[in-house]
């Protein structure tokens, strides 16, 4: 299903409608995190508790990778489901990291902001 979700990818580039940072991005998250663990599982046999349990494992990463990971997962997994609409897709109970304002970089040098009135 993967493969397929890729091809569909990689169609919307051809057509301008995604970036091809974001066709490798998705193919890099894939590969790596979700496709070594999910390999023997059927599709329609992946459980909540699985997806929760990969997720789970990656916990040198930050909360930006982890809500990455998993928003690619959903998309894919999103696309998988449309073959079936009467299934309930997993994914979608998957919770993201809440990110707080301290987990955000300073995108702009100071110098450069705007004074506050």
């Not at 301008?16 to 599982?41: E, F, Q």
């Not at 959903?74 to 109970?93: L, T």
């Amino acid at each position: 299903m993967f493969d397929e979700y890729l091809q569909q990818c990689e169609s919307r580039l051809a057509k301008h409608d995604l970036s091809p940072a974001t066709v490798v991005g998705y193919r890099k998250v894939l590969d790596s995190i979700w496709r070594p663990r999910l390999r023997a599982l059927p599709f329609l046999q992946v459980r909540y508790s699985v997806l929760v349990k990969i997720a789970d494992s990656h916990k040198a990463c930050s909360k930006k990778t982890y809500n990455n990971a998993v928003s690619v997962l959903r998309r894919a997994f999103a696309f998988g489901y449309r073959d079936h609409p009467y299934r309930s897709n997993p994914a979608w109970a998957l919770k993201g990291a809440r990110l707080k304002r301290k987990d955000f970089r300073e995108s702009i040098p100071s110098a450069f902001k705007m004074p506050r009135s």
